[in-house]
Nanobody
């Protein structure tokens, strides 16, 4: 598994961004995938996860109702649609793949991590 996150950028409060995570080795279609984020000086935190089929998703309370995680296994891509962005959403966003098919909010359940993509939301 070799993950790559993309789509970050500088936006204003209320704007939207769509992050993408691809697996260049095309091996994560059977695994749950999650997004985590880490702001400067803060611990990495769970954002959203999706199971291998895309039928089950979970979100942190801070993004529920604003962010949507989805996947297209044919395109080997997991996306995170982020709407109504707030300054507190500013962070480096990482995608991570599990060895399991079901979701988890624990970073320890995701052994495969890609480089992050920076999201900055200005007020």
């Amino acid at each position: 598994v070799q993950l790559q996150a993309s789509g970050g950028g500088l936006v204003q409060t209320g704007d939207s961004l769509r992050l993408s995570c691809t697996d260049s080795r095309r091996t994560f279609s059977n695994n749950a995938v999650a997004w985590f984020r880490q702001a400067p000086g803060k611990e990495r935190e769970f954002v959203a996860a999706i199971n291998w089929r895309g039928a089950s998703t979970s979100y942190s309370d801070s993004v529920k109702g604003r962010f949507t995680i989805s996947r297209d296994n044919a395109k080997n891509t997991v996306s995170l649609q982020m709407n109504s962005l707030k300054p507190e959403d500013s962070a480096v966003y990482f995608c991570a793949s599990s060895r399991r098919s079901s979701t988890s909010s624990s970073s320890s359940d995701y052994p495969y991590w890609g480089r992050g993509t920076l999201v900055t939301v200005s007020s």
